[in-house]
């Protein structure tokens, strides 16, 4: 199994990495747009138009990927991003609410 795709229960995600990963603002659009969609939505990364370079972008998504924030799955010619609500809501109950109600910056 891929490291994108491994199993993590809620004790896996660090606080450090979690909150490392947040302090970014467009990492943070990303999560806060993921926590506003329905339970099981799956985006691509091109689906949240940040305005920077498609390197960093990917630098983005693996930062969020690897502090156990979200899932990627490869699908074909693209990759699906889903958050991992469930994992976090159980670690950190309340952390999504707020950042869904986060006003962008």
């Known amino acids: 199994m891929?490291?994108?795709d491994?199993?993590?229960e809620p004790v896996d995600l660090d606080l450090g990495k979690v909150l490392t990963a947040l302090a970014d603002p467009y990492r943070r659009r990303v999560i806060r747009e993921l926590a506003r969609a329905g339970m099981g939505t799956e985006r691509t990364?091109?689906?949240f138009q940040l305005p920077v370079s498609k390197a960093t972008v990917t630098h983005h998504f693996r930062v969020l990927r690897?502090?156990?924030?979200i899932r990627?799955?490869?699908?074909?010619?693209?990759r699906t991003t889903?958050?991992?609500r469930e994992e976090i809501d159980t670690r950190f109950p309340g952390l999504l609410?707020?950042?869904a109600e986060e006003t962008s910056p």
């Open 45 to 47: 990364c091109a689906s």
């Open 82 to 84: 889903a958050l991992r």
């Open 97 to 99: 609410p707020l950042i």
């Open 72 to 78: 990627q799955v490869d699908r074909g010619n693209s």
């Open 66 to 69: 690897e502090a156990g924030l």
């Open 2 to 4: 891929a490291e994108k």
């Open 6 to 8: 491994r199993k993590l």
